[in-house]
């Protein structure tokens, strides 16, 4: 145990003396955030998003729908309402009876407001007022978790596979091998050193932008750090695999980012693959960052559990047992 | 010149008799290459020995293989007449031609780092003292110079108390004071700590100096064995006698002579009579050199003058 230990304190003495490395660790996912809470920061819809319940015909006798900037979209009660609730709709009514109107306003929503006061006052018809209470999802809160997945993607990758395979070219690890410390204390100190980072850059860059921004945080945090620690568990075992034999800096640096690319593109990350080719959402499924970016959205935006989240769990656990198991096998010192 | 091939070392008699490090018919191939070559040596107690030998000879591959680094293709170590194992690390001390260190962290954390390896060890203060590492123990490990690196290399190889301590060409890069004083502390080491030490160099000078036994190792096998000044006796007698170039020598002048530079050269094997000879027929002896034959001769004379690769 001395020995993990002192592995662990030397490594994470490492990180936060290497103010380039530290720099870049912090300020990346903090410039990422704040360019994004920026860009979005205006409502870039021009029209009102209106659902119509019922046969779209029956509008006609209703001068609200007559309105212009109103883009009416025909869907079932449910979908309507859903939508309505995630603030895709602005105004949710069903017109089914003519006679009389029952619309679904979510009561955070300002262009709902402004849909709802002009359809009071537009219509005679008697209509029935049906609130949902919902806080619009912003693309903020969206990507954020996928940034701070992302980050912890680097930070794992490089943080653990680059940095073996660099001591292994220059010769550290000849050395460590030629003292009685075991190859699997060394990966463990490398690892456990790596949670310290990467949860200390997590948490750092969540209460700091928390601080600052507004982001959605529905879910528990015990089940939040649970889904990271696993997640970053798998990271891990990735850069682990990368680091197992290989001697060149530079193989290496290609080899992560052969995978990190990909796993920053197809994980949802940036942008969601509803609607790709079914191939590509096959391939997603296949990433593990995408599982961690998934669940962590899933707990964070709509305060999911972890039963919730259990499959993309199990996946990361299984993919790490994987990868750890062949990291074990395959793993040498030097190049001998 | 003959090739004294020997399988054992004549040791000091006031020595420990136990030959302390056994190696027998070390074999090491890399496909169709046989680096090391059937080698057995014999490593007595207390006694600082050299392998020599050109670049690719085998000898950082047999100190690697006796580390514990490689597997030999076959082969026996024996350490105090038994097999080694396992816990052989745990008392001996490496010191390799150029170790990177962790990066970021000061001459201290390295050493205590290292400390936390070893079941057993002497104190900081001890090894801090005995390695002069006073001066920069809280400097970054990149930060010092070759020498300081050198003594820090060396204070981590010697945490553990070693029995034994194997030291890879310890002194290459370094500038000749650097040389000097890191020779000054094998020597303490050997003198007053009673370590053994296996040494390998480049330089012949620091082999003659610290080195109570020699062995020069060509093509993976040794080609010649012993305490190196035994060794110039058994190779070499007389010396060599140069004088200015534009000095005009007798027709029947009675050596072989041969140009070197900017030098007349012959050997002799009397000194003495050469010189008399000289001045019985009136030649200029002031810019005569005489120079004995160094292990820096032998090993050129042994192993060929040619580059290896």
Redesign the interface.
Known sequence: M??I???I???T??FY??KASLGWNFIFPFFIIFAFSFIFSKDKKDLFQVAIIGPVKNVSTHEFFKLKNLALHEMSQKQALEKTRKHKIDLSIDVTDPTHLEYWVNSTSKNGYILEKLLINMTSTPVTQRVIKEREISYLDWVFPGILAMNLMFNCLWGVGYIIVK?RQ???L????????KAYQYLLGQVFSRYIVAFGVTIIVFLGSKLMIDFSMKGSYFDLVVVYTVGITCLISFGLIVSARTTSKEFADGVLNIISWPMMMLSGVWFSLEGAHPGIILFSKAIPLTHLVDATRAIMIEGKTLVDVWPSVAIMLVSSAILITLTSILFKW?D? | MPIMTTKSISTDPLKDPLQVLEIKNLVKKYGSLTAVNNLTLSIPTGLCYGLLGPNGAGKSTTIEIIEGLKKPTSGEIYYNQKPIDKNFKDIIGIQFQSTSLQDHLTVLEALKLFESFFKKTIPLDQIIETCQLNDFINQDTQKISGGQRQRALLAIALLNDPEILFLDEPTTGLDPQSRRHFWDLITHLKKDKKKTILLTTHYMEEAYILCDEIAIIDKGQIIAQGPPRKLLEKHYSGAHISLDKNILLPLDFPYETYTNYERIEFHTDNVRDSIKYLLSKNIDISSVEIKKQTLDDLFLDLTGKKTRN
């Open positions: 001395k020995k230990i002192a592995i304190s030397a490594r003495k490492e003396r290497d001591y220059n010769g550290f000849k050395r460590l091998k030629a003292t009685p410390l030097s001998d």
